[in-house]
Nanobody
Framework: QVELVESGGGLVQAGGSLRLSCAASGRTFSMYAMGWCMGWFRQAPGKEREFVGGISWSGGNTDYADSVKGRFTISRDNAKNTVYLQMNSLKPEDTAVYYC?????????????????WGQGTQVTVSS
């Protein structure tokens, strides 16, 4: 069993920044040794959950939704079993609940269907 806990959400003005963290844990869990791909998704009210960014198990590959490219950066610290999402130049349309997700896969995955473990989500609200 894998547990994911997000933190770092909050209220920020447009143009501001936030850094989300996702701590992964589980019995004998190791993000690096077991080849876990990690992703960030978000869901705004009345909308479907959408891919934000993903990072391969080694951190060597990343991918982003077009809407956040150049503004968001995903990174990981495998020694700490933690993934980060640095969000800069935030816009009101970035307002959503942000979810961390994990899948045991050596390839970067961008579909929510490929992820089997999810965090509880953290609210990000960007005011105009």
């Amino acid at each position: 069993q894998v547990e994911l806990v997000e933190s770092g959400g909050g209220l920020v003005q447009a143009g501001g920044s936030l850094r989300l963290s996702c701590a992964a844990s589980g019995r004998t869990f190791s993000m690096y040794a077991m080849g876990w791909c990690m992703g960030w998704f978000r869901q705004a009210p009345g909308k479907e959950r959408e891919f934000v960014g993903g990072i391969s198990w080694s951190g060597g590959n990343t991918d982003y939704a077009d809407s956040v490219k150049g503004r968001f950066t995903i990174s990981r610290d495998n020694a700490k079993n933690t993934v980060y999402l640095q969000m800069n130049s935030l816009k009101p349309e970035d307002t959503a609940v942000y979810y961390c997700a994990a899948t045991q896969n050596y390839r970067l995955r961008i579909s929510s269907r490929d992820y089997g473990y999810w965090g509880q989500g953290t609210q990000v609200t960007v005011s105009s």
